[in-house]
């Protein structure tokens, strides 16, 4: 009766895909004039209506009062104009308490052209964020390994 116990609780967990945890991610950039980005979730789903805001790093004054805020749109994007110089941490709330920050530093300065110098460290953001097979296969190596450690030292009990 013990390994039919056992058994369901691994097969659910197994096949419970809905029940897996995302995180929220941000990328912010600021190039001069406005800070754009895009909220995501780990599966790669925008951050659709979600608050967003940024203050204003190195300030003495006030760092906990935003000196911008606004929303994402459905695509997950935002813009938020700014009249002060950064560098700047963005900051978003999701729902369910997910939060993500970002410093957001001037891309103007670069060498490289400001849209491909976006592209570039957007697909680059993306590709770091995404959950690859070999990390759910690590995990569910993970748990195998864990079940048969549990199952020695058990066998190892029955047999003292």
Known sequence: MKVVRY?????????????IAHNLYLFAQYDGDEITGRAYYSDQSPAAETYVEA????????????????????????????????????VIDGPEGHRAERVADNIA????????FELLREDLHKLKDKIYLHDILGGI????????????????????
Not at 7 to 19: E, I, K, P, R, T
Not at 109 to 116: D, L, N, T, W
Not at 143 to 160: D, P, S, T, Y
């Open 7 to 19: 058994l369901l609780v691994l097969v659910l967990s197994l096949f419970s895909f809905q029940a």
């Open 55 to 90: 203050y204003q790093l190195g300030m003495g004054d006030n760092p906990e009062l935003p000196i911008v805020s606004g929303k994402t749109d459905s695509s997950g994007h935002f813009v938020l104009p700014v009249t002060t110089t950064g560098p700047f941490k963005v």
């Open 109 to 116: 300065k670069r060498a490289m052209g400001r849209s491909e």
């Open 141 to 160: 190596g993970y748990i195998f390994g864990l079940f048969g450690l549990f199952a020695l030292l058990k066998a190892k009990r029955e047999k003292q």
